[in-house]
């Protein structure tokens, strides 16, 4: 038999979405599945984007790439279709570049011929407690995974509050191919960020290239 593939993420559900969230899922989200994208297209793809409020100022910053965003959690979801839609449901023109996977990105990586350009990962679920710490998502193997579908000169951006998980990806990456730098940049801001549950001064970044 073959073995399940661990998962690293936590709820999909949480609590009830609201009527119009429904019909979002309902309607909006099987339009903008990440299907038939162009090969000469520029990629971006964001993995866990919480509410999407990272996701979203990628859009508007570079209206002509395509912005691939990743999430299994469906209370997400529903909020990133909420901010992206009008009072009838359709998609904001600013926003329009925008394609939503909603379920484990492992199983997007492996289907799609994708290349980004850019692949961000910001406050990863750090898994804390040592009996849980075999579902941290950025793990050798699949840090790997991701330097397989960036494009020529394309970059992995890692950020995160928990400076012990820090540690630890940096010691995933050395088990790898890529070459890893700490970017002087400015905080993102992202409400995952804001709830700061490491209790950290600032988060830290990591910029893996191949």
């Known amino acids: 038999m073959e073995k399940q593939e661990i998962r690293t993420f936590g709820r999909r ?22 299907k038939n994208i162009p090969e000469n297209t520029g990629k971006i793809l964001e ?24 999430e299994p959690f469906m209370n997400g979801v529903a909020s990133l279709l909420s901010a992206i839609t009008n ?7 600013e926003y329009k570049n925008i394609r939503v996977y909603p379920d484990d990105v492992r199983d997007f990586l492996r289907d799609t011929n994708c290349k980004f350009e850019q692949i961000w990962i ?10 849980h710490e075999k579902r941290r998502l950025l793990r050798a193997e699949f840090l790997t995974m991701l330097a397989a579908r960036l494009a020529p ?3 992995i951006i890692i950020g995160t509050d928990h400076w012990e998980y820090f540690d630890w990806i940096k010691n995933a990456v050395a088990k790898t191919a890529l070459h890893a730098r700490t970017p002087d940049i400015q905080t993102i801001h992202t409400r995952y960020q804001t709830k700061n549950m490491a209790g950290t001064a600032t988060p830290k970044y990591l910029i893996l290239t191949n």
């Open 153 to 155: 000169h394309g970059e």
């Open 13 to 34: 559900h949480g609590k009830k979405l609201s009527a119009r969230q429904t019909v979002l899922i309902d309607t909006v989200l099987p339009t903008i599945l990440p």
């Open 47 to 70: 993995i866990g984007f919480g509410a999407g409020e990272h996701l979203r100022e990628i859009a508007r910053q570079t209206p002509a790439k395509i912005i691939i965003g990743a």
């Open 122 to 131: 910001l406050h990863p679920d750090p898994w804390p407690k040592a009996r």
């Open 87 to 93: 009072e009838s449901n359709a998609i904001r023109d």
